[in-house]
């Protein structure tokens, strides 16, 4: 029976996004910002040292489960329509301690947050860890009832994982230092980039789960947009999303190109770029929830390409502007 409650309990705080939470901080972490500082002619130290990152990824994790604890608490009654196999909360895990586990990981990750606030002296990131315990309560209160609301909050959240650590560097004396300006540009411009990939596909797959979820949804009165805008609607607004993001993505390319990095090059061709061809093509004719289930793997397996991608940035150190 343990083991059963501990399977549940890992399913519960979905421990695959998770680990990809913890994989994106690490390889933004050692594959951008420590060589963008120390690659600086001359070489700079940077604040966040790999214990106080360490605490961060921790408390970044210990937050997300919380979020994904007291969704499922929420949507208990949703989930019986959209999901019934997939439900863990009462099923397996009682309500009570449910709501238990989101307080005491959510408590842990503030607490660790206001120390790094006190250790690094950034007066930010207590203040932020708290915001974004608040704001994945109210989203899976309210939020998620709101048209398109719910779905740029998750995604904001999404770019945050990645804009913390830019926070977590920036002082404002060292930013207007000519000797410190260099790498913190770099680390800022890297982490713009990736959070705007972030952001976009995740209001991406957002869309495309509501566009799956859409029997419960309605049934319940959720204002998602495929509730109140139609299929159609939500396809082309999705459509509209991933058509830019492969705009940005070939000029993207083609400004790596003068520099000869192929294997990136090669890497965004096949792995991103072209399953995004996939997923618009396949989206045209998508109108059963299985259809979507499989466009939002497809999407999640995109999400985990593009932030690999970052790899490449250590690979070619020798340039990172």
């Known amino acids: 029976m343990k083991v059963k409650a501990t399977v549940a309990f890992f399913r519960l705080i979905r421990w695959r ?18 060589p963008s500082f120390y690659n600086a002619d001359p070489p700079r130290e940077n604040i966040l040292k790999s214990d106080e990152f360490l605490l961060l990824c ?8 919380a979020g994904y604890i007291i969704n499922d608490y929420f949507d208990l009654h949703i989930d019986r329509v959209n999901r019934p196999e997939k439900i863990v909360v009462e099923k397996i895990i009682k309500r009570r301690w449910a709501i238990i586990w989101h ?5 842990l990750g503030i607490a660790i947050g206001f120390y790094l606030s ?9 203040p932020a860890n708290l915001v974004c315990v608040l704001l994945l309560w109210f989203y899976s209160t ?37 000797e410190f300006h260099g790498a913190l540009s770099r680390v800022y411009k890297f982490a713009i980039v ?39 609607a939500s396809k082309l607004f999705v459509s509209t999303w991933l ?16 520099y000869r990095w192929w294997m990136s090059i090669i890497f965004s ?7 995004i061809l996939w997923i618009l093509n396949k989206l045209r004719r998508a109108n059963q929830p299985a259809d979507f289930r499989r466009l939002s793997s497809m999407i999640k397996t995109v999400m985990m390409m593009g932030i690999l991608s970052m790899i490449f940035l250590k690979m070619y150190t020798s340039w990172i502007g």
């Open 17 to 34: 996004n998770l680990v990809f939470i913890a994989l994106t901080q690490w390889l933004f972490y050692y594959c951008i910002l420590l």
């Open 58 to 65: 921790i408390s970044s994790v210990l937050i997300a489960a």
């Open 103 to 107: 307080w005491v990981l959510s408590g």
């Open 118 to 126: 006190w250790k690094l002296r950034n007066i930010f990131i207590g």
């Open 142 to 178: 309210t939020f998620k009832k709101k048209l398109l609301l719910g779905n740029v909050l998750i995604s904001l959240l999404t770019a945050w994982v990645i804009l913390v650590l830019y926070l977590c560097e920036f002082r404002f004396h060292r930013f207007v230092n000519p």
């Open 194 to 232: 990736y959070a705007s990939f972030a952001f976009i596909i995740s209001l991406v797959r957002e869309v495309v789960k509501d566009m799956e979820d859409l029997e419960g949804d309605a049934r319940y009165g959720r204002r998602t947009m495929p509730v109140v805008w139609g299929i159609n």
């Open 243 to 258: 058509l830019l993001l492969l705009a940005a993505l070939i000029i993207i390319q083609f400004y790596v190109l003068q």
């Open 269 to 275: 061709a096949f792995l991103i770029i072209l399953p």
